[in-house]
């Protein structure tokens, strides 16, 4: 069966250092794989995306890898601060470019 | 920009009542998105449409709910009759066809008692 799994429900990291989350899927094939960050009462906003033929991708102090072998993206967080505390969703195409499945969601609380 | 607007934030109702949901798309954009989130089942996509049509309600849990786009800058989703499971948070996004970057509303909270 397809599945996509955020290994972790919640993450606790000391400010300043990095955070990394991993997005994992199974029988996907995806041509892309995105991450939001969803605040308490809000919706969604779109972080980064990255194609199934780009290892890396950098925005400022984020970072995402994805591995099509290991069908794994990683999501990192440099110099952490109290204001990127918030839950990231990973999401992949499903088969349709605008069809998105989505994870569901990592925890992150970054602790002064 | 105003960015995706959703009416009402919060609705509650009773079992049984019909209940609309209301999105106003980011103006200019052309494909239009409506997901259902809850804890046990995370953000679920229910229908998409591209330019008014809709293209994939395989999401759709049943012949109770339905979703209409009369014009690119209004689109409604109906639950008739709503049950308590169908109370979660609905949201309404919004892009451009061929970018894969979506614009979600703040979303509508139901609670069926």
């Known amino acids: 069966s397809q599945k996509i799994e955020q290994n972790s429900e919640a993450l606790n990291i000391q400010e300043g250092k990095t955070a990394t989350l991993t997005c994992n899927y199974t029988n996907y094939s995806p041509a892309y794989l995105q991450w939001y960050r969803q605040d308490p009462g809000r919706g969604p906003v779109f972080l980064l995306l990255?194609?199934?033929?780009?290892k890396e991708k950098r925005k400022e102090r984020l970072k995402v890898t994805f591995d099509t072998t290991l069908k794994q993206s990683l999501f990192h967080i440099t110099a952490s601060q109290p204001a990127d505390s918030a839950t990231y969703l990973c999401a992949l195409d499903s088969g349709g470019a605008q069809k998105l499945v989505f994870g569901q969601g990592t925890r992150l609380t970054i602790n002064p | 920009d105003a960015g995706v607007i959703q009416s009402p934030r919060h609705e509650v109702t009773e079992m049984g009542q019909e209940v609309t949901l209301r999105c106003k798309p980011i103006s200019g954009h052309n494909s239009l998105f409506w997901y259902r989130q809850t804890m046990m089942r995370g953000l679920e996509l229910l229908i998409y449409f591209n330019n008014n049509v809709p293209i994939d309600d395989s999401g759709m849990p049943e012949d109770r709910f339905s979703a209409k786009m009369p014009n690119a800058s209004f689109s409604t989703l109906k639950i008739q009759p709503s049950e308590p499971r169908d109370s979660a948070v609905y949201f309404c996004a919004s892009s451009l066809i061929n970018y894969n970057e979506q614009f979600f509303g703040p979303g509508t909270r139901l609670t069926v008692l």
């Open positions: 990255i194609r199934e033929n780009e």
